[in-house]
């Protein structure tokens, strides 16, 4: 070859680079090309893996995934489950049988809940006659009362719930009442039986316990009670506590005007 010609048949061709080792200094998150982590997924949550091998015909296996929660969710889930699996293929417009099946199963579901959930009152009224649960002549909100005159307070009760006793089963509240003037001093009312007549009391505290054959859903609490004699504006609040769990719910004031004789 001649002096200006390279000689190419001793020239090499240079080395690729070789692979770089992370170090301490390397950033966060940074691998080495092929060395890239195996991607994960996120575990299944419980609720939805007991759905997924409910519905794939494993409620043993429903049963032992649902383990992981505490006892309550446990119950109240398994109570859902079939009726999720049967509500998501049941013609609901015109199976009137299956309808049925699931109404039954959802309203296992609520029992178990009720004795658990916020006592709630959800009417709160001056009635003129009370005949039963929901079936009462409201009195006009704006018509004073004379003084001394009978007066009911009339209320219905949510999430009571009742408790089996032998065959029977048991709804009891605790109640007490209280009457304020207009310059928030208690008012004292004629205590109810068996007190002595005449009686009079800051806090009249009574009983309502009925025992039935069946449990109760309805339940209404009637107050009858003599207006203060003096006119003037005031409110009445009622407390009721559930014997069997020691809830407690408190009205808000209501008030009520007694006019001059």
């Known amino acids: 070859p001649s002096p200006s010609t390279p000689d190419t048949s001793t ?3 240079p080395a690729p680079p070789a692979p770089v080792a992370p170090v301490s ?5 940074l691998f080495p090309v092929g060395m890239l982590p195996p991607i994960t997924t996120a575990p299944e949550a419980p609720l939805v ?10 409620p043993e296996k429903a049963i032992e995934i649902l383990r992981a929660l505490d006892k309550p969710n446990q119950e109240f889930v398994l109570a859902l489950l079939p009726v999720l699996a049967r509500g998501a293929t049941a013609d609901l417009h015109h199976d009137t049988a299956t309808t049925t099946v699931l109404v039954d199963q959802l309203e296992g579901a609520v029992a178990r809940l009720v004795p658990r959930a916020q006592l709630r009152i959800e009417k709160l009224c001056f009635s003129r006659d009370v005949f039963g649960f929901g079936r009462f002549i409201p009195r006009p909100d704006n018509e004073p009362f004379k003084p001394n005159e009978r007066a009911n307070l009339y209320l219905e009760l949510k999430n009571l719930g009742s408790r089996p006793s032998d065959q029977e089963f048991i709804t009891h509240v605790h109640a007490s009442v209280e009457i304020r003037d207009a310059h928030n001093r208690i008012v004292e009312q ?19 316990r009925l025992v039935t054959h069946t449990p109760l859903h309805d339940f209404h609490v009637l107050y009858s009670y003599t207006t203060p004699r003096t006119p003037g504006v005031y409110t009445i609040t009622i407390e009721l506590r559930d014997a069997a769990t020691g809830r407690v719910v408190k009205s808000p004031p209501l008030q009520f005007y007694v006019a001059g004789s």
């Open 11 to 13: 020239t090499k061709k």
């Open 25 to 29: 200094g390397d950033p966060p998150g």
């Open 49 to 58: 893996a007991a759905v997924r091998a409910y519905v794939e015909g494993r």
């Open 190 to 208: 004629l205590a109810p039986p068996p007190a002595e007549p005449n009686t009079r009391v800051p806090v009249v505290r009574f009983d309502r």
